[in-house]
């Protein structure tokens, strides 16, 4: 490095972090991401306000035009998120994963293999769904050298932190248009990732959802690769790196996974109300035959009080029996129920838990503050008292200055009587 650019550096450290980021000269921004991982790593503290003003800087930085800069700017994004709360830390997930997708899955793979390691680092920062956006950003880029880490960076994710915390229906609705992508190495990486969702999720989910929307021709690959592999056991649970978390297996229903279908809300547009007012008998009967529209996979929440007095006035049944038969039984709608009822459940169990730590957390904190405020107290209570024995010690300092005093007063008379009695004789 010549003498030129050692005085440039050094003048450019007295610099603010954001001037130093944006330096004109690429040297200077390098060096900048360099400090400010060595800076990032030195900070112990989760809770360190110097943390929270490093945040906004990086999402320039990683998308950086010069290469080596965005090199290093990864290196301080990584340290940065080491160092980081996740409370604190995923409010800048957002433009960071952008930018990442957008400048670092393509090049030099050490660059590609930090720029997924930030994004592991992000789910584990509980910044799934952000991470998951970012992904559907990804895998619609042109280039498929770019799609391949994308998908990749998909199936570690999943493989350590599962679908509890990586949402596989988003997932699920990506593997479509990549397992029909042009690029062999695109298709193969998704297989991959399709195999692995299988394992957390089960078979039949997948097939029932993924089956329908690709090609027969990978259908058939997909069921060689799924055979080829039943011998290997579905993983527990992954432990997650940075935040310890409940990644405890369960099989997951394939009715958390569809999409609801709306079938007659509103009815006007369903063309059901102009269905039951028809002249023709066979029009009337077509329009209340609901089995077909009642035996999709999820149906959507709707308002169907307009609906519920048409069949009492056609056959005098009630509304559960005529949209779902006995006859011909669907197990989606009550199942849309269960799964409905089920889930306000446990939402309220997972709020309950939520306001139950909150409590334990305020009751410690009160208790901590109680603490102190005890200490502050007795503390004072001794300054108190060494103010009152401060005071005393000073009036009896004065008493005594006072007989001291007298007592001079005294011996100064009685010497003038002696010399005055010596004169006198």
Partial sequence: MSAEDERLLMEAKWLPW??????????????????????CDSIADPKDARLREFGPLFQNSVADCNVSV????????????????????????????????????????????????????????????????????????KMAKAVVPAIDVMFQALSKFGPKVVPPKKVLKMLPQLLDHPDRNVRASSKGLTVELCWWIG?????????????????????AELA?????????????????????????????????????????????????????????????ELTK?????????????????????????????WYEPKTTPTPYLKQDLLNDLYAVVHGLKEDNTEIKASLISARAQIDELMTAHNAVTDRRRKLKEKDCSACKLSARVVELEEEIQFLLSIIVGFVVLIVALCLGG
């Avoid at 954001?18 to 800076?39: F, I, P, Q, T």
């Avoid at 709360?85 to 090049?107: E, N």
Wanted: hydrophobic residues 40%; proline residues 4%; aromatic residues 6%.
């Fill in 18 to 39: 954001d001037e130093r980021l944006r330096h004109k000269s690429w040297k200077v921004r390098r060096d900048a991401n360099v400090d400010l991982a060595a800076l």
């Fill in 70 to 141: 965005r090199e290093k700017a990864l290196d301080a994004v990584l340290a940065f998120q080491r160092a980081s709360d996740a409370a604190d830390a995923s409010r800048y997930a957002k433009g960071i994963c952008d930018a990442i997708v957008a400048k670092c899955l393509t090049g030099r793979p050490r660059i590609v293999e930090k720029a997924q390691a930030a994004l592991l680092l992000w789910v584990g920062l509980d910044a799934a769904e952000v991470f998951v956006e970012s992904m559907e950003k990804a895998v619609k880029n």
């Fill in 203 to 223: 078979k039949e989910p997948v097939k029932a959802i993924l089956f329908e929307k690709i090609r027969d021709m990978m259908i058939k690959e997909l069921e």
């Fill in 228 to 288: 080829n592999n039943s011998a290997i056991a579905k993983p527990a649970h992954k432990i997650r790196f940075i935040r310890c978390y409940d990644c405890t297996w369960t099989l997951i229903d394939e009715y958390d996974l569809v999409d609801p279908v709306h079938t007659l809300t509103p009815p006007e547009e369903s063309g059901f109300c102009d269905g039951v007012k028809a002249t023709k008998w066979s029009e009337r009967r077509d329009a209340t």
């Fill in 293 to 321: 529209l009642s035996s999709t996979k999820r149906i959507a929440t709707g308002d169907f009080e307009d609906i519920c007095p048409t069949p009492k006035k056609n056959d005098g049944c009630d509304f559960s029996k």
